[in-house]
């Protein structure tokens, strides 16, 4: 069978534009991002850093931040929404400033865990007041700088406690070095040292040790990647109907740990042109049961177990606990959804055990989650009749998903004679 390939533009990266945000924004001078991510979470981190004292202008195809080396000053009140990279990575910015700063999010992010961030902040220097819950959003930060120094923080339940530790450091009076004894999501790390290179500061780590002396950020113009995880919807979408998709702009120099998935679905069967900038997926019509790890690449769980009933095996995920405490408990949103399908699954604290079958049309329960939409979307390539309770929560990430995967069908569906 030949297929058409047909080209898929994806938009920019979340996690590569949160993290150019902030470091343009601590660095003196004017930055610019080219074609960043405009989606519910990144405008929040805009907001949040304009909030700041750090103004961020947006327009259609590039983001103005106006940086400056001092932490933020006064007083300001962020509102992260559902934005886990916001209520992570700021805190410890407005930290290194001077003043009063108080957080925010929705109920679904206020749940979430954050601790280590605020722990981390309290032995620097700062004070931390909890309005609610102890250790969780809303909470005020008073501070008039941190110290700096060493410091040890668990990064088993997320990596985004870390990141925002990494990139404020060098705002600190004496730098930091970080002990990391566990990490959860490790390529994200990669990709903020890299990033922080990309605007002048070098971190020297061996895995664990992270030293980050302090030292000011320069200014740059910045090119943001597509969003690989984002892309995941659209490889799955491939392998499951035996069409062609590429994406430009990814390949083996990403940025971005998720571009694995790409080689789950080879392994699974799939052919896949992995180049350096770009991956093309092509459906063979075979895909084969897996037994999986996805730690480093748990954003793409979902999509994974929503096409799983397809392949001609049991597909086995393995430690992706963390995924229990993202948007939703991402593991028991799949199975309840699975089951809605008339599929066999099990779960466990830190897996899910996916059976072949044959779906049946169904109501899927987003949960206030845009990957658990967007990946039960690709099901009902093969399953007409599937719908969702919330098909707008993909504005998280994705605002356009839904009209951009019917224009691939469309092209598909062109190309294929139909
Ligand atoms: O640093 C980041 O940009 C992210 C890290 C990951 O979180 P965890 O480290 O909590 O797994 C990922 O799930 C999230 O979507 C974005
Ligand atoms: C877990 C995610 O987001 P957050 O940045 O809110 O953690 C996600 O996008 O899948």
Redesign the pocket.
Known sequence: MTSIVVEVRIPGS??VT??ALFLSATAAGTSELLHPLRSDDTEAFAAGLTSLGYPVQLSESSWTVTGSAAGPSGQASVYCRDA??AA?FLPTLAGCGSGRFRFDASEQLRRRPIQPVTDALRKLGAKVSFEGAEDHLPFTIDTSGLTGGSIEVD?E????FL?GLLMSAPLMRDGLTIHVPRL??AP?IE??VRMMASFGVRVETDGTTFAVPAQPYSAQRYEVEPDA?TSSYFFAAAALTGNSITVSGLGSGSLQGDVEFARILQQMGAEVDFGERHITVTGTGQLHGIDVNMRDV??TMPTLAAIAPFADGPVRISDVA?TR??ECDRLEACAVNLRRLGIQVSTGPDWIEVQPGTPEPALMECFHDHRIAMSFSITGLRTPGITLDDPDCVRKTFPEFHEVLAGVRQAWGSSNGA
Request: aromatic residues 4%; without cysteine; glycine residues 4%.
């Open positions: 979340k996690s949160a993290r886990g990279t992570r990064a339940v997320s990596s985004q990141t959860v999501s994200y990709m903020t995880s748990s954003d963390n405490v993202k």
